[in-house]
């Protein structure tokens, strides 16, 4: 795959009206800080906000030249109008009306409409990359159909790599093993908070020759601040109390060694050989201006790490900035 992500992109979710909703001006304004941190790839989806955020993204990066950065959205989920539900919101976490509603669809068939009906809500002539979307209830049309009807696209030059995204790490790992992806996309099981892709997922990667993308470094939110509390969301709901006193200890640690909870996540999700790009979404300009400040620093220190270890708050084998702890 030659393909330059970057060490960070931008997940766009929160394009689409994630938990609450961001006006248009502060859409395009996140997208603008991005490209003036130097972030060039971008990741959306038609599920976020039932197309919104691909609207917003699209709409946003026509002020850029195409060639100058790398887009990928999704397909499993095509969108279908829904007027009856114009008049309530959406049940999946996004903040926008319930005017279209989501299906299933991983035929060959269906993963051709959905891009086709993803540019044309971009309103661009192509994305770079295609990833299938949280395939794990539908894994036989996701093997039989979707998987191929992908690899023909690239064959064709219709897009230039292929993927999956997920949250499950075994999910991934199959396609990793048994199919010819470029990419996979590992969201909230490859942080500091957790790291059962670890086993298994990461070294097929590196065997393969696959880029890992991790997305959900901050587990949804719970690791976004220096002082995780219980208003923070985890796994887009609430955080259960021990998942949660994890994240204080974790935090606690990194404030007494001068980093805070942030800023370590992201330095060590980056760290390990297998990941090329850390995707983080944003609010607002202020939240990309921090993550890209964070993620370009220097690392926190080596001594941070070994303390993790032995506190049994990080896995011993887990690679870090600098190496193992």
């Given at each position: 795959m030659e393909l330059t992500l970057g060490a960070l992109g931008l997940g766009c979710a929160q394009l689409g009206n994630l938990y609450r909703e961001v006006d248009d001006g502060t859409a395009a304004a996140t997208v603008a800080a991005a490209w003036d941190a130097g972030v060039r790839y971008f990741d959306t989806a038609p599920h976020y906000g039932l197309g919104l955020s691909e609207r917003r993204l699209g709409a946003a990066l026509r002020a850029y030249p195409r060639a100058g950065y790398v887009l990928s959205t999704k397909v499993g989920r095509r969108l279908e109008p829904d007027p009856a539900g114009a008049g309530?919101?959406?049940?999946?976490?996004?903040?926008?009306?319930?005017?279209?509603?989501?299906?299933?669809?991983?035929?060959?068939?269906?993963?051709?409409?959905?891009?086709?009906?993803?540019l044309a809500r971009l309103g661009l002539e192509r994305v770079d990359v295609v990833l299938l979307h949280d395939p794990e209830e539908h894994m036989a049309a996701a093997v039989a159909e979707a998987y191929p009807a992908l690899h023909e696209l690239r064959a064709q030059g219709v897009v230039r790599a292929i993927g999956v995204g997920s949250k499950r790490w075994d999910v991934l790992h199959r396609f990793a093993r048994d199919t010819d992806v470029d990419l996979v996309m590992?969201?909230?099981?490859y942080t500091l908070l957790e790291q059962p892709a670890l086993d298994e997922l990461l070294p097929e990667c590196e065997r393969r020759g696959v880029r890992a993308v991790v997305a959900g470094v901050f587990n949804s939110g719970l690791l976004a601040e220096e002082r995780p509390h219980a208003g923070l969301p985890y796994e887009y709901g609430a955080a259960p109390p021990a998942v949660l006193d994890r994240a204080r200890a974790l935090a606690a640690t990194c404030?007494?060694?001068g980093t805070s909870l942030p800023a370590a996540a992201l330095a060590f999700a980056?760290?390990?050989p297998a990941v090329t790009?850390?995707?983080?979404g944003a609010q607002d300009p202020d939240q990309v201006r921090r993550n890209a400040a964070l993620a370009a620093a220097e690392p926190p220190p080596k001594e941070l790490w070994a303390d993790l270890v032995a506190e049994g708050l990080l896995r011993p084998d887990a690679p870090v900035p600098g190496g193992t702890p």
């Open positions: 309530r919101r959406d049940t999946e976490g996004f903040a926008v009306p319930a005017d279209h509603r989501r299906v299933w669809d991983l035929s060959a068939d269906g993963v051709r409409r959905s891009l086709d009906e993803s590992i969201a909230g099981r404030a007494r060694h980056a760290a390990h790009s850390v995707v983080v």
